[in-house]
């Protein structure tokens, strides 16, 4: 069965960094485009960050453009989400998901996901 574990959440200071993990299972990257989202408390779960089935592409929130990086190790089935120059605004349960359309960060047609990982940036 398909399934998708994050790891590497944690408590960061104002301007430290984080890499996330997110590791499939059931499936192969090669044909599923991988999404990071994240839900703050109170709000909206919201698109942080994807990459394409094939690698190439990848697309990044407003928010975090030039802060966050996304990419995929295809050997270890793995997508990871590097997360420099935090903000407290960046606290929040980030998710990764997966579906099988091109790359983007609409909630929209991302049918698998995974548990979630707590961050939360605080001094």
């Known amino acids: 069965q398909l399934q998708l574990v994050e790891s590497g959440g944690g408590l960061v200071q104002p301007g430290g960094s984080l890499r996330l993990s997110c590791a499939v299972s059931?499936?192969?990257?090669?044909?599923?485009?991988i999404g990071w989202f994240r839900q703050a408390p109170g709000k909206e779960r919201e698109g942080v960050s994807c990459?394409?089935?094939?690698?190439?592409?990848?697309k990044y929130a407003d928010s975090v453009k030039g802060r966050f990086t996304i990419y995929r190790d295809n050997a270890k089935n793995t997508v990871y989400l590097q997360m420099n120059s935090l903000k407290p605004e960046d606290t929040a349960v980030y998710y990764c998901?997966?579906?099988?359309?091109?790359?983007?960060?609409?909630?929209?047609?991302?049918?698998?996901w995974g548990q979630g990982t707590q961050v939360t940036v605080s001094s």
């Open positions: 059931g499936f192969t990257l090669d044909y599923y485009t």
């Open positions: 998901a997966a579906r099988g359309y091109y790359c983007s960060v609409s909630i929209r047609n991302y049918v698998y």
């Open positions: 990459i394409s089935s094939s690698g190439t592409g990848t």
